[in-house]
């Protein structure tokens, strides 16, 4: 049975920093795409940050400079380091493994998320 279990999230000041760390079982994240999505309030789920198997990594937009993506194949984990945040960071924030190494979001495995909330 996969399990993704995520932490990190908390309440942070804007242009503070936060580290989320997800860890797997079950799977490996070297074997397919896997990355962290988030979901703000109102808003639909994006992705924030992610890598292929082959270890193309892939950012937003929104968070390109900021945001640093990482994945420790030896300890099997994923990380996301946040810096500079901003209130439009706040949201919950899923860790998020495809099946395959596609950014298929509807065959994947997904953590219970972690919330960030960033305040002015």
């Known amino acids: 049975q996969v399990q993704l279990v995520e932490s990190g999230g908390d309440s942070v000041q804007a242009g503070g920093s936060l580290r989320l760390s997800c860890s797997a079982s079950g799977t490996l994240f070297e074997t397919t795409v896997s990355g962290w999505y988030r979901q703000a309030p109102g808003k639909k789920r994006e992705l924030v940050a992610g890598i292929t198997r082959g270890g193309n990594l892939r950012y937003a937009d929104s968070v390109k400079g900021r945001f640093t993506f990482s994945r420790d194949t030896a300890k099997n984990m994923i990380y996301l380091q946040m810096d500079n945040l901003t209130v439009e960071d706040t949201g919950t924030y899923y860790c998020?493994?495809?099946?395959?190494?596609?950014?298929?979001?509807?065959?994947?495995?997904w953590g219970q998320g972690t919330h960030v909330t960033v305040t002015s």
């Open positions: 998020y493994k495809s099946h395959w190494n596609d950014w298929n979001e509807e065959e994947a495995d």
